[in-house]
């Protein structure tokens, strides 16, 4: 099993950039596909990026493709969400996820952090 916290939100204008960190206790880390999810007031969570086991193959949502960069280290038990052109539409809580399996887009994820509020303003 392995908790996670997310941290680095905040309030950024438009055209920012933010960097989301989510750190996992527990064992095994390197081996979790890990994901970040974001849930906007009134719309449904959606998954924004997801990262192998060793940071090779990633995926992402198209609305963010090119902007936001998922990473992670294994070696400090972190995933990463790199933010950079915001808009007001990425305003949401967002969430990183982890999974004992990756099936890309389709990865069932297992265990959730609290979220962390990320705001733009226009």
């Known amino acids: 099993q392995v908790q996670l916290v997310e941290s680095g939100g905040g309030l950024v204008q438009a055209g920012g950039s933010l960097r989301l960190s989510c750190a996992a206790s527990g064992r095994g880390f390197s081996g979790y596909a890990m994901g970040w999810f974001r849930q906007a007031p009134g719309k449904e969570r959606e998954i924004v990026a997801g990262?192998?086991?060793?940071?090779?193959?990633?995926y992402y949502v198209d609305s963010v493709q090119g902007r936001f960069t998922i990473s992670r280290d294994n070696a400090k038990n972190a995933v990463y969400l790199q933010m950079n052109s915001l808009n007001p539409e990425d305003t949401a809580v967002y969430y990183c996820?982890?999974?004992?399996?990756?099936?890309?887009?389709?990865?069932?994820?297992?265990?959730w952090g609290q979220g962390t509020q990320v705001t733009v303003s226009s």
């Open positions: 990262i192998t086991f060793n940071g090779g193959p990633t």
């Open positions: 996820a982890a999974s004992s399996r990756w099936s890309g887009p389709r990865t069932k994820y297992e265990f």
